[in-house]
């Protein structure tokens, strides 16, 4: 199965932007859809953003919509999450996942089988 490593995480300020990026290695990185999900500390982990296997459909969580902005370059085995506009809220340790196929829908954790160890980011206000 595909192994996944997420970058670009840190400290910025309110209104700032981010991109993370995450690598995967192994299988066919086209096989997958994936998905970036987020968690707080004492909170659930939680959909942000999700992609089909070639890009062509998008998923957003309502409290993102508008500013994240999810892409794949299935060349580079690589899916992208820009963040701009961040808010103190947006802090979290974010992790990207993939998925074999979304049977219930690209937001429900247990459609992945494959998870990065997260990275974090944090918004100062």
């Known amino acids: 199965q595909v192994h996944l490593v997420e970058s670009g995480g840190g400290l910025v300020q309110a209104g700032d932007s981010l991109r993370l990026s995450c690598l995967a290695s192994?299988?066919?990185?086209?096989?997958?859809?994936m998905g970036w999900f987020r968690q707080a500390p004492g909170m659930e982990r939680e959909f942000v953003a999700a992609?089909?296997?070639?890009?062509?459909?998008?998923y957003y969580a309502g409290s993102v919509k508008g500013r994240f902005t999810i892409s794949r370059d299935n060349a580079k085995n690589t899916v992208y999450l820009q963040m701009n506009n961040l808010k103190p809220e947006d802090t979290a340790l974010y992790y990207c996942?993939?998925?074999?196929?979304?049977?219930?829908?690209?937001?429900?954790?247990?459609?992945?089988?494959?998870w990065g160890q997260g990275t974090q980011v944090t918004v100062s206000s």
């Open positions: 996942a993939a998925a074999s196929s979304w049977s219930r829908g690209p937001s429900f954790e247990n459609e992945y089988n494959v």
């Open positions: 992609i089909n296997w070639n890009g062509a459909s998008k």
């Open positions: 192994g299988r066919t990185f086209s096989d997958y859809a």
